[in-house]
């Protein structure tokens, strides 16, 4: 080796220790946002009834603190660190890495300042609005743009097994993020998907599973692959176990997002599917594992005394045991008693406490001691941190599992009479109460263990001396083919036919983006004729238990059992949701399953519900919603909505605009009349006017699931009937 | 349900992509040695890092 031609050049540290900051600051919030609402779950008025403040607002708020926020910036904290250094280049862009930090910081600001005033699309881990959804784009293709230009740029000719997971994650959530975020704006803040019922649903878990797969395993297995090795100072156990690991990862893990919506009405052949390549998972998740643990072999001695290998070792080993469950999880059987049921929220807080929180920490501990050129302040803190982190853990997730199978079991529960044991939905969510009490145990030690950890981190910083750009030295890469852009297009240009097949491939994509969309909206006619369009009043409703989050506790998807039809009524079919934008299944019955609430209680009853709900169900931890009754009803915005959803394929005839708040108020003042020849006026004091939020929320319960019964229409007594029903498509008319 | 088609054709795009990524791989050579890639990540920053046998390995 000459030096002269030795190149030297400086990583960007500065860009590493914002990330790192991000990450755990944001981090110590999504937990404490955690922790308010698993407390919420005990005593229902904790905080009091604050709408900012209530459950199923905080609760999306929580989801996407810790994904995007906490793992999301551990994820760049990791990549910023290792790929220069795996590449022997700094990152191509200073600007670009700035332009990603500071974006994705203000993503997750205006995430604060819309989920808990109820902008929120509902889908779950993509609730952010339309505007949100572009920002979130534009930055991650910067981010994208910002490593392969790195990549290209490499010295080194080798990409590392940790490079291909940074690849996989990019290429993988931009697809992603785009397919399931195609929605039409009605308002600044307010859109509908494109897709309905079914189909969103399917949208939404092929994204929902997805997500976990490729933003908080894929990259995290890249930063195992590297921190490893590096804190354990051996190489990897099999570099050929590793490469195997990747490529079948990223080939299987693609097509199991069906085992989210089992026993729905997705064709069993698609849940097949799911469920077998669920159970291949387990193979290279494991065979990952596995090469990460054996990487130890020899030096188990020094995670005794490294607190970065305990953090390795136990995200790595919490990393085994969630890829076990997951498979599990998607057998049938396996499924119908743990979905809906606590178990789930069990098993992600296993991968994201000690997978994804102990890999953070990990790194933490591993680069702020390096980037400030000094020692960890305390070791012995650090080892405190790591056994409240794992103790947190271990009360958190296995009390949920403890009253995840208690409250499923006692759901399936039938007496010798053939008649439902516990036919009081309430009375199976007092019997787990114990375990949400120990589940906040849990949650606290854990943030108690994150503090002492924030604060080990300070005072490391404190006594080391930042170094902003370290210096390194390295060959460039002597055969010029590597690494440049020009030459794969002079070779394709020499060979038309690939080049032909290329080009019909990006057209392909292109012209699935323009025609799919189309031909879903076409595809939405109904197959219920019974099943109408939501009036005027019942949209405004709907897209209040939206902005409410109702469905993070309220699944409206009865599945074919015979438990649940004894309980709910007639299973769920497709055909009735082909209106649902979006669809609103929902993933955990903390409170029974809605879809055939409508017409089961007076619309007193759910005046008093709302207003107090222990009132009617006395033990009830739902929250109460006295905003209801005090705040107006979005009415200006509903033109807007109707043209938005008539964009998506609801068939509203054209200028039903105009019409739509006759429609609105009739039936409004139709339920208030109601309400008052009752006795319902007022409630405490509080008088109960057409154009309150409530009556439109008890306007869209009460039409729940009745349409297939077939012996009402809802547009039957509005003003604009006789044209509504003119305009709607012939296989609507009866 | 029309749109489990678009599905698999965005998935079926994705694994495409990787199995170009693949092949591209497999051809560039990025497969060939399965060993020294593994130890040379253990070697790095000459600044920080002045420990004799990093430097030995380096001068090889």
């Not at chain 2, 994705?14 to 693949?22: K, T």
């Amino acid at each position: 080796m000459s030096s002269s031609t030795l190149e030297t050049f400086h990583y960007d540290n500065d860009i590493v220790r914002k990330f790192g900051v991000a990450s755990l600051a944001w981090g110590l919030i999504g937990f404490i946002v955690g922790l308010t609402i698993a407390l919420k779950l005990i005593w229902p008025d904790f905080l009091g009834f604050i709408p900012e403040l209530s459950y199923g607002r905080l609760r999306p708020l929580h989801t996407n603190a810790v994904i995007f926020a906490f793992a999301g910036n551990a994820i760049f904290y990791g990549v910023y660190y290792s790929l220069p250094r795996l590449t022997k280049t700094p990152m191509w862009s200073q600007m670009l890495s700035k332009i990603h930090f500071w974006g994705w910081q203000a993503i997750i600001v205006s995430a604060v300042l819309t989920l808990p005033f109820g902008f929120n699309t509902s889908k779950e881990y993509a609730e952010l609005e339309w505007p949100i959804d572009i920002a979130i784009t534009i930055i991650w293709v910067i981010f994208g743009i910002n490593m392969i230009m790195t990549i290209m740029k490499r010295r080194e000719k080798h990409l590392y097994v940790a490079i291909w997971f940074y690849i996989a994650t990019f290429v993988t959530v931009a697809v992603l993020h785009v397919v399931n975020s195609f929605e039409v704006p009605a308002t600044l803040l307010k859109s509908y998907p494109i897709y309905a019922g079914v189909q969103d649903a399917l949208v939404q878990w092929w994204y929902g599973h997805n997500a976990v797969a490729f933003f908080l395993t894929t990259p995290f297995l890249g930063i195992m692959y590297y921190f490893i090795p590096k804190a354990a100072n051996r190489p990897i156990f099999s570099y050929r176990l590793s490469i195997v690991h990747f490529w079948s990862l990223i080939f299987i893990y693609i097509w199991a997002g069906p085992h989210h919506l089992l026993y729905t009405a997705l064709p069993g052949w698609a849940q097949a599917l799911g469920t077998v390549f669920s159970l291949m998972l387990i193979a290279p998740s494991w065979g990952g594992m596995l090469n990460g643990l054996l990487t130890l072999r020899g030096a188990w001695d020094r995670v005794r005394e490294d607190p970065v290998l305990k953090f390795l070792v136990v995200g790595v080993t919490a990393y085994g045991m969630v890829t076990f469950e997951g498979p599990m999880l998607s057998i049938a059987n396996v499924n119908a008693i743990a979905h809906y049921s606590d178990y789930i929220i069990g098993h992600v807080h296993n991968g994201a406490l000690l997978w994804n929180g102990g890999l953070t920490f990990a790194m933490l501990y591993y680069i702020t001691p390096r980037i400030y050129k000094t020692k960890l302040y305390s070791v012995k803190l650090a080892n405190i941190h790591f056994w409240f982190a794992t103790l947190g853990a271990i009360f958190y997730v296995i009390p949920m599992y403890w009253g995840g199978i208690t409250q499923s079991l006692m759901w399936k529960e039938f007496t010798s009479e053939g008649l439902l044991q516990y036919p009081n939905f309430l009375e199976t969510v007092t019997q787990i109460m114990p375990m949400y009490g120990l589940r906040a145990i849990g949650g606290t030690l854990f943030i108690i263990g994150a503090s002492f950890g924030s604060y080990n981190l300070w005072k490391t910083a404190r006594q080391g001396s930042f170094l902003p750009e370290e210096e390194d030295e390295a060959q460039p890469i002597i055969d010029p083919a590597a690494g440049t852009t020009e030459k794969w297009h002079r070779r394709l240009e020499g060979r038309p036919l690939q080049f032909t097949a290329l080009t019909l491939v990006v057209i392909l994509i292109g012209g699935i983006v323009e025609y799919v969309p189309t031909a879903l909206i076409d595809s939405n006619v109904p197959t219920i004729a019974s099943v109408k369009p939501y009036t005027p009043l019942e949209i405004e409703g709907r897209d209040i238990y939206i902005a409410e989050g109702c469905n993070n506790c309220h699944s409206q998807m009865i599945r074919p059992f015979r438990s649940e039809t004894e309980r709910y009524g007639e299973y769920s079919k497709a055909g009735e949701f082909v209106y649902d934008h979006p669809f609103l299944w929902g993933s955990k019955r903390t409170g029974p399953d809605l879809h055939r609430i409508g017409g089961k209680y007076p619309d007193s009853w759910h005046v008093r519900h709302m207003y107090d709900p222990t009132s009617t169900s006395p033990g009830s931890i739902m929250p109460a919603y006295p905003w209801m009754f005090t705040q107006k009803a979005d009415l200006e915005s509903i033109p807007n909505r109707i043209s938005a959803l008539r964009t998506v394929g609801v068939p509203y005839a054209e200028g039903y605009e105009e019409l739509a708040m006759r429609d609105y108020r009739a039936q409004a003042d139709d339920i208030v009349n109601g309400l008052k020849q009752n006795g319902f006026g007022e409630i405490e004091g509080i008088e109960i006017t057409s154009d309150s939020k409530i009556v439109a929320m008890i306007a869209y319960l009460q039409r729940m699931g009745i349409d297939i019964k077939g012996n009402t229409n809802p547009w039957d007594d509005l003003p604009s009937n006789e044209r509504l029903r003119a305009n709607f498509k012939p296989q609507v008319e009866d | 349900m029309e749109v489990i088609y678009m599905l698999i054709g965005f998935s079926l795009l994705v694994a495409l992509i990787f199995l170009g990524l693949f092949f591209w791989a497999v051809r560039s050579g990025q497969f060939d040695d399965q060993h020294t890639p593994s130890m040379r990540v253990l070697f790095d920053q000459k600044s920080s890092d002045k420990k004799t046998n990093n430097q030995k390995h380096r001068d090889e």
